[in-house]
């Protein structure tokens, strides 16, 4: 398994890290453009999917409650509850 961290007195770059690790993003805002345009972003790179969109915090939860993700990138100022 791919891992991060000191090995034999190195750092491990990113290039040497497993290449078949996805990493699954959960993209948190109630801007439509702003999901859009984090969305482009991250699917630029081939190690990121974004598995998941909302525009609340309620349904964020919904949805690590029933996905797997490994980040959740969220506004810290949704309405409602943030």
Do not use: N, Y
């Amino acid at each position: 398994a791919g891992r991060c961290g000191i090995e034999g007195g190195g750092f491990w770059k990113p290039e040497e890290w497993e290449r078949t690790r996805v990493i699954r993003v959960l993209i948190v805002d109630d801007h439509p453009l702003i999901r859009r345009g984090l969305r482009g972003i991250l699917e630029e790179k081939a190690e990121i999917v974004v598995a998941a969109e909302a525009s609340s915090a309620a349904q964020a939860v919904d949805i690590v409650s029933s996905q797997e993700v490994d980040v959740v990138l969220m506004d810290i100022t949704l309405p409602g509850r943030s």
